[in-house]
C-alpha cells in the first residue's frame, strides 16, 4: 500500500483532490450536482455524497447554498 509522507493513501489524497475541484465548482458554477460529480470523475452519485459528506460534514447542495460566492 503506498501512502504519503502525511499517512494517506494514493486513493485518499485522490478523493481529496476530486472534492477540492468539486467546492470550487459548487462555489463558482451553476452545474447541477450530479454534473459537478461526473466532471470531478464520480460515476456513483451516492458515493460522491457519502465521500463529500465525509470531507465536510454537510451534503454538495448545503455546502453550496452557504459558500456560493456573489459574481457580480
Do not use: W
Not at 3 to 13: A, C, E, P, Q, S
Not at 40 to 54: A, D, E, L, M, P
Request: hydrophobic share 30%; with cysteine; proline share 1%.
Amino acid at each position: 500500500m503506498l501512502k504519503t509522507n502525511i499517512n494517506k493513501t494514493f486513493i485518499d489524497l485522490s478523493h481529496q483532490l476530486k472534492i477540492k475541484n468539486a467546492c470550487t465548482m459548487l462555489e463558482n458554477t451553476d452545474l447541477t450536482v450530479d454534473q459537478i460529480a461526473n466532471k470531478t470523475g464520480y460515476t456513483n452519485i451516492t458515493f460522491f455524497y457519502k465521500t463529500f459528506k465525509k470531507f465536510h460534514g454537510v451534503t454538495p447542495a448545503k455546502y453550496r447554498k452557504g459558500n456560493q460566492r456573489l459574481n457580480q
